[in-house]
Nanobody, 121 residues
Framework: QVQVVESGGDLVQPGGSLRLSCAAS????????MGWYRQAPGKQRELVGAITSGGNTNYADSVKGRFTISRDNTKNTVYLQMNSLKPEDTAVYYC???????????????WGQGTQVTVSS
């Protein structure tokens, strides 16, 4: 079994910062790309940003310059540093990891349960 668990969500004031973490564990052979998504009430889930196993990143235009994704391959963990937070960043943030459980199986996506980020004064 594979588990993907996010942490770090909280209530923060506009302009504040928050750091989310996501750790993959269990029967893992290789972790490939990892990414952060978010879903606000009444809206579709959207990509926030992603990082390859080699460290290449891409971001949604709405968070460029404010959010930074990084990862620690030794811990199968990805981080999302969020600065200059805005009320419109309020959402449930989900982590996705592309994982293979053996050299003979294809990779598939595993999702975490989500962590709530609320930006409000």
């Amino acid at each position: 079994q594979v588990q993907v668990v996010e942490s770090g969500g909280d209530l923060v004031q506009p302009g504040g910062s928050l750091r989310l973490s996501c750790a993959a564990s269990g029967n893992i052979f290789t972790v490939y790309g990892m990414g952060w998504y978010r879903q606000a009430p009444g809206k579709q889930r959207e990509l926030v940003g992603a990082i390859t196993s080699g460290g290449n990143t891409n971001y949604a235009d709405s968070v460029k310059g404010r959010f930074t994704i990084s990862r620690d391959n030794t811990k199968n963990t990805v981080y999302l540093q969020m600065n200059s937070l805005k009320p419109e960043d309020t959402a449930v943030y989900y982590c996705k990891a592309e994982i293979s459980i053996s050299r003979y199986t294809i990779r598939r996506d595993y999702w975490g349960q989500g962590t709530q980020v609320t930006v409000s004064s």
